[in-house]
C-alpha cells in the first residue's frame, strides 16, 4: 500500500512553495525535483518543511526546485507564519522561526476571517561578502542576507537576459555553494524595479531574501536612505524592505494560501 504525502501550495507575490508540516524525508532531493516540476508535478519553486525546535516556536527547512537546500527565505517564512497561526498550531501573532541562517521574528497581522493575510519579518543584518562579478551591465555587490546573492544596478531592468545571465552568475567559481542574482533599476530614492534569478529554482517571480539585498546594496551605494521604507517592486509584486543604520533589515509583504493537496509517494 502506497503511502501518501499531504502539503499546502502557498506563495508570496507569486514565489510559491509547497508546505509539509513533518520531517524531512530522505529521498527530498529527488521528491523536490518531482513535485516542483510545473508540468509532470504540482508546480513549485522549492518545498519547505516545517517543524517544531528547542530554540524557537517553529523551524523550517528550504528546498529549492532542483533539491538543494537554502539557509533562508523572505517570502517562505511570511507563509509558515501564516501555516501554523491559520491552523491554530500557535495563536501568537509574533513568533519565531528557526532558520538555517539563524532565528528569525515575524509579526503577523490578521485579516477578516481570523486569518493571516501578511507578515513583517526580522530578516538579521546584512553584510557585504569578497567576490564580485563583471558583467556588460557593471559590476555586481556580493550581499549576504540568509543567502548569498549578487546585485547589479542597471538602467532598464526589463532588458536584461535573465536566462542568460542567471546560470553563469550561479555557478561562478567563485561562489562553490550557488549564489543568487539580483537585477535592480533605480526608479527612486524609496522605490527599486528588482528582477531575480534564484540559486536552484531559476526565473522566479519574486524573492523576499533578494529584496533585502537589493535594498541593501541600494542603501550602501547610496540610491536610497537608510531607516525608510523601500518600495521593492518584483515580477509578482511589492515587498517594503527598511535597511536601518546598523545594517539590520526588515521585510513586509503578503502570504496567501492556493490550495491543500495530497500525492502518493
Same mark, same amino acid.
Given at each position: 500500500?502506497?503511502?501518501?504525502?499531504?502539503?499546502?501550495?502557498?506563495? *508570496?507575490? *507569486?514565489?510559491?512553495?509547497?508546505?509539509?508540516?513533518?520531517?524531512?524525508?530522505?529521498?527530498?532531493?529527488?521528491?523536490?525535483?518531482?513535485?516542483? @516540476?510545473?508540468?509532470? *508535478?504540482?508546480?513549485?519553486?522549492?518545498?519547505?518543511?516545517?517543524?517544531?525546535?528547542?530554540?524557537?516556536?517553529?523551524?523550517?527547512?528550504?528546498? /529549492?526546485?532542483?533539491?538543494?537546500?537554502?539557509?533562508?527565505?523572505? /517570502?517562505?517564512?511570511?507563509?509558515?507564519?501564516?501555516?501554523?497561526?491559520?491552523?491554530?498550531?500557535?495563536?501568537?501573532?509574533?513568533?519565531?522561526?528557526?532558520?538555517?541562517?539563524?532565528?528569525?521574528?515575524?509579526?503577523?497581522?490578521?485579516?477578516?476571517?481570523?486569518?493571516? /493575510?501578511?507578515?513583517?519579518?526580522?530578516?538579521?543584518?546584512?553584510?557585504?561578502? @569578497?567576490?564580485?562579478?563583471?558583467?556588460?551591465?557593471?559590476?555586481?555587490?556580493?550581499?549576504?542576507? *540568509?543567502?548569498?546573492?549578487?546585485?547589479?544596478?542597471?538602467?532598464?531592468?526589463? @532588458?536584461? $537576459?535573465?536566462?542568460?545571465?542567471? $546560470?553563469?552568475?550561479?555557478?561562478?567559481?567563485?561562489? $562553490?555553494?550557488?549564489? /543568487?542574482?539580483?537585477?535592480?533599476?533605480?526608479?527612486?530614492?524609496?522605490?527599486?524595479?528588482?528582477?531575480?534569478?534564484?540559486?536552484?529554482?531559476?526565473?522566479?517571480?519574486? %524573492?523576499?531574501?533578494?529584496? %533585502?539585498?537589493?535594498?541593501? &546594496?541600494?542603501? %550602501?551605494?547610496?540610491?536610497?536612505?537608510?531607516?525608510? $521604507?523601500?518600495?521593492?517592486?518584483?515580477?509578482?509584486?511589492?515587498?517594503?524592505?527598511?535597511?536601518?543604520?546598523?545594517?539590520?533589515?526588515?521585510?513586509?509583504?503578503? &502570504?496567501?494560501?492556493?490550495?491543500?493537496?495530497?500525492?502518493?509517494?
Amino acid at each position: 500500500m502506497s503511502s501518501k504525502l499531504c502539503f499546502t501550495k502557498m506563495q *508570496g507575490l *507569486g514565489n510559491d512553495y509547497l508546505y509539509v508540516y513533518g520531517a524531512v524525508p530522505k529521498d527530498v532531493e529527488s521528491l523536490c525535483v518531482r513535485l516542483c @516540476d510545473r508540468h509532470f *508535478g504540482v508546480g513549485a519553486d522549492g518545498m519547505i518543511f516545517i517543524g517544531g525546535s528547542s530554540t524557537a516556536d517553529f523551524s523550517m527547512r528550504i528546498f /529549492n526546485a532542483d533539491g538543494s537546500e537554502a539557509d533562508m527565505c523572505g /517570502n517562505g517564512i511570511r507563509c509558515v507564519g501564516k501555516y501554523v497561526f491559520d491552523r491554530g498550531l500557535t495563536q501568537k501573532t509574533e513568533l519565531t522561526v528557526e532558520t538555517r541562517a539563524g532565528i528569525r521574528t515575524l509579526s503577523l497581522t490578521v485579516g477578516d476571517g481570523g486569518r493571516v /493575510n501578511a507578515a513583517a519579518v526580522d530578516m538579521g543584518r546584512g553584510t557585504l561578502l @569578497d567576490g564580485a562579478l563583471l558583467l556588460p551591465m557593471g559590476t555586481g555587490m556580493a550581499v549576504a542576507v *540568509g543567502n548569498a546573492h549578487v546585485v547589479y544596478f542597471t538602467k532598464e531592468v526589463g @532588458d536584461v $537576459p535573465l536566462s542568460l545571465w542567471g $546560470p553563469m552568475i550561479e555557478h561562478d567559481d567563485r561562489f $562553490p555553494n550557488g549564489v /543568487n542574482a539580483e537585477f535592480v533599476e533605480i526608479l527612486s530614492s524609496t522605490r527599486l524595479r528588482m528582477r531575480v534569478w534564484e540559486r536552484g529554482s531559476g526565473v522566479t517571480l519574486a %524573492c523576499g531574501t533578494g529584496a %533585502c539585498a537589493a535594498a541593501f &546594496a541600494a542603501v %550602501c551605494r547610496g540610491f536610497c536612505r537608510a531607516d525608510r $521604507p523601500i518600495e521593492v517592486i518584483l515580477d509578482g509584486g511589492s515587498l517594503f524592505v527598511t535597511v536601518e543604520a546598523d545594517g539590520d533589515i526588515r521585510m513586509e509583504g503578503p &502570504a496567501e494560501t492556493v490550495f491543500d493537496g495530497e500525492v502518493a509517494l
